[in-house]
């Protein structure tokens, strides 16, 4: 029997109580990154204030266009009303530059 490949990057949600948790799995790079961005966009979770919940625990990898993807999730729930919250972020989440104000990203 021959082993199907893993798929380079997946997004499950979920829903929780006072919003939603996307679980990340893979690399989040320029291959992927536009999967995150659609799948947020695609939550309902946006039509109301409540909050988004990123697992970050599995991401394999992440460059600099995953970090981007992130900063339009962040852009997206700013302007939607809804508190983003990382979850379990590696070290390559934590080193992303902090800005002094959200304003500013």
Do not use: N, Y
Not at 21 to 42: F, S
């Amino acid at each position: 029997m021959t082993d199907l490949p893993q798929p380079l990057f997946a997004v499950t949600a979920e829903e929780v109580r006072g919003g939603v948790l996307l679980r990340l799995a893979g690399g989040l790079d320029h291959e992927t990154a536009d999967e995150l961005v659609d799948a947020v966009r695609a939550r309902p979770a946006l039509a109301a204030p409540g909050e988004l919940r990123l697992d970050c625990a599995q991401p394999a990898s992440c460059d600099s266009t995953g970090l981007s993807a992130l900063l339009m999730v962040r852009r997206l729930t700013a302007a939607a009303g809804t508190a983003l919250r990382l979850l379990a972020p590696g070290p390559q989440l934590t080193r992303m530059p902090r800005s002094p104000a959200p304003s500013a990203i």
